[in-house]
């Protein structure tokens, strides 16, 4: 062959090579799954080979089944251009036979068919497909919808505690390409399941039986508890422990239809240990609340009728009573101080004023102040100006309860429409004599005057203080305002008199230990003048209340109780009968009294009485006959 025709051949062989040589080249780059042959494997273990795409809240690190990839290098770079990534190969068209079976597998996907029947199964036929193509994206999506719809599917048993059905799920999911650690973690809530199933069968056989509660853990409550703790929301749970709550719940209701209420918070405390925040739970306690403040407010209006009432003894009870079936309720702090003042004033104030009408509604008794409740030391001390020896010795009255004093002396007007009522005739009627103030003397003497005449003898205005009447002629007034009004009207006892003549004062006069500072009752005055301009020969200093005599009642200005005329104008009966001091005198505030004493107690200072006979604890001894222009009388009662 010539040696031109040789290399003509030569040339030829070579360009062919070289034809081929790139055509395999670039198959190779652009259709690498024309050259590159992977073996034929089973398909679970093929499929166990997948890298599928990550479940979605489950770590990346925790889905990857192969071993870590290397670090890749940077990426390529163009000189003054940002780095480009390399477009992903496009997918051959499928082969007939590889279209058939991706059309197969989306249908079994399509109805559900994600693992059985086996040979008809989505995931066998997304299996096929990648044996005969595995880098098919379509088949490998498939393969990743069949895991996740197993995995959403074993879940959703888990929760709903079916342990048969998620037992058959777990299977069905090691079949399919998985992440250990997330089936790791389905199997652990897998056997919690189980558990919880054998808890929730005992449970409802304990039920069955009646053995709700009780101690040890033989009873529906410790089982559900131990349910609970395996499974927080184990629903089967819930609903166990809301059958036994309502059996509290129930059981609180009954009895607060029989109004014991001590009994319904026993039962709702016992429910509220087994689901503390639970929808029965809260509305039954909302309406026993509302059943107990409606009962309570009903005991607490019958506690305020019996407070009306004037029986002081029952409302407190029924207030208790109240109290201990709600202690929220309104008013509560107002009744309680009606209360005291029930106990201590009969639902009155201190200091309040009132008059008591007859009960034949024709009038109403004197103005009387209610004198509040208290202690003081009655008598005087050695050391005190003017003391005497009949005013120790001193001691510590208390006063457990309050009492009600004539405002002001008795005036001639009231006793008037006593006499008229009950006609009535007076000791100095009956005698014809008293004792009156004399201006051609400046003496007191025996006149012929009485109840009706002031303290010269002539007729009184209806505005002065009654006087001329015996200790006896005030006890029969008092006994007739008793009868009239129904109350216990009655003469003052003396401790009673000085309590309210000192009202909280511990000094030697009411005001203070030395002279009145100004003109505060009808007193003897330096300043005082008689008709005939005769003075006093004892008499407070500089001092002039403008009367010689007595004044009208409530003239001057009342003391910190609210009484007039206690410190001057007349001197006053008392209750009780004279002794010469207080050694054997009772402790507490009522009258000294002895059956058929001669002789009774005058307090107060008078119109004519001298600065000594005006201290606060002075007193008097005066015969049960006496009459006189300078002694009257104020009543006194009960609550």
Not at 87 to 93: E, G
Not at 355 to 384: C, H, K, N, Q, T
Not at 460 to 469: C, T
Not at 606 to 620: E, N, T
Request: hydrophobic share 40%; aromatic share 8%; proline share 6%.
């Amino acid at each position: 062959m010539p040696v031109n025709e040789s290399v003509r051949k030569q040339t030829a062989w070579g360009g062919a090579a070289g034809i081929a040589l790139l055509a395999f080249a670039l198959v190779y780059r652009f259709f690498p799954s024309l050259i590159h042959v992977t073996p034929v494997a089973d398909a679970p273990r093929a499929a166990a080979r997948l890298a599928l795409p990550p479940l979605a809240g489950v770590p990346r690190q925790a889905q990857e089944m192969g071993p870590p990839r290397e670090e890749e290098g940077p990426p390529r770079e163009l000189a003054g251009a940002a780095p480009v990534a390399e477009p992903a190969p496009p997918d051959l068209p499928p082969t007939a036979s590889v279209a058939a079976l991706l059309k197969r597998a989306d249908a079994a996907l399509a109805e559900g068919h994600l693992v059985q029947p086996a040979a008809d199964s989505a995931l066998a036929a997304y299996l096929k497909v990648l044996d005969e193509d595995p880098q098919n994206r379509r088949a490998r999506a498939g393969v990743a919808a069949v895991r996740d719809a197993l995995v959403a599917q074993t879940r959703a048993a888990l929760d709903r505690g079916d342990a048969e059905e998620s037992a058959a799920l777990l299977a069905q999911l090691d079949e399919v390409p998985h992440e250990a650690a997330l089936l790791a973690a389905l199997r652990e809530r897998y056997k919690t399941v189980q558990q919880v199933a054998v808890l929730l069968a005992q449970a409802a056989d304990l039920l069955k039986r009646g053995q709700v509660t009780g101690s040890g853990e033989a009873n529906a409550l410790a089982v559900y508890r131990k349910v609970r703790a395996l499974d927080p929301d184990n629903a089967l749970a819930v609903q166990g422990l809301e059958q036994i709550q309502r059996g509290f719940l129930d059981a609180a209701l009954a009895a607060v239809a029989q109004d014991d209420f001590a009994g319904a918070d026993r039962q709702l405390a016992l429910a509220a240990e087994i689901l503390p925040g639970s929808q029965g739970m809260l509305d039954t306690r909302t309406r026993v609340e509302g059943l107990r403040r409606q009962q309570a407010e009903s005991v607490m209006a019958q506690a305020r009728s019996a407070l009306d009432a004037g029986n002081a003894d029952l409302a407190e009870q029924l207030s208790r009573r109240a109290l201990a079936i709600s202690a929220d309720l309104g008013g509560i702090d107002e009744f309680n101080e009606r209360l005291r003042n029930a106990r201590l004033y009969a639902t009155l104030r201190p200091g309040e004023t009132l008059s008591d009408p007859f009960l034949d509604r024709s009038g109403s008794g004197p103005a009387l102040v209610v004198i509040p409740a208290g202690r003081f030391r009655m008598g005087s001390a050695g050391d005190e100006e003017g003391h005497r020896s009949t005013e120790e010795p001193q001691r510590e009255i208390v006063f457990a309860v309050g009492f009600a004093l004539g405002r002001s002396e008795i005036t001639v007007g009231q006793f008037r429409e006593f006499v008229r009522a009950s006609g009535y005739r007076t000791l100095a009627e009956r005698e014809g004599s008293s004792s009156v103030y004399d201006e051609n003397s400046g003496r007191m003497t025996d006149a012929r005057a009485n109840w009706q005449d002031d303290y010269r003898g002539r007729r009184a205005p209806d505005e002065l203080p009654v006087v001329h009447v015996a200790f006896d002629d005030a006890q029969a007034y008092v006994a007739w305002l008793a009868e009239r009004t129904g109350k216990k009207y009655r003469l003052p006892a003396e401790a009673e008199f000085e309590y309210a003549l000192r009202a909280g004062s511990v000094t030697r006069y009411p005001w203070g230990d030395g002279d009145p500072p100004r003109v505060l009752a009808n007193l003897t005055g330096a300043g005082d003048r008689s008709p005939s301009h005769r003075t006093w020969s004892r008499a407070f200093p500089r001092y002039n209340d403008g009367y010689w005599g007595p004044a009208p009642v409530q003239s001057f200005a009342a003391n910190a109780f609210g009484l007039f005329d206690m410190e001057g104008n007349v001197s006053e009966w008392t209750a009780d009968c004279w002794h010469d001091n207080f050694i054997r005198a009772p402790r507490d505030a009522s009258a000294w009294v002895n059956p058929g004493c001669e002789r009774h107690v005058v307090r107060g200072g008078s119109w004519g009485s001298d600065p000594d006979q005006v201290r606060s604890a002075f007193r008097l001894s005066a015969r049960s006959e006496t009459r006189s222009a300078r002694v009257g009388f104020r009543v006194a009662r009960d609550l």
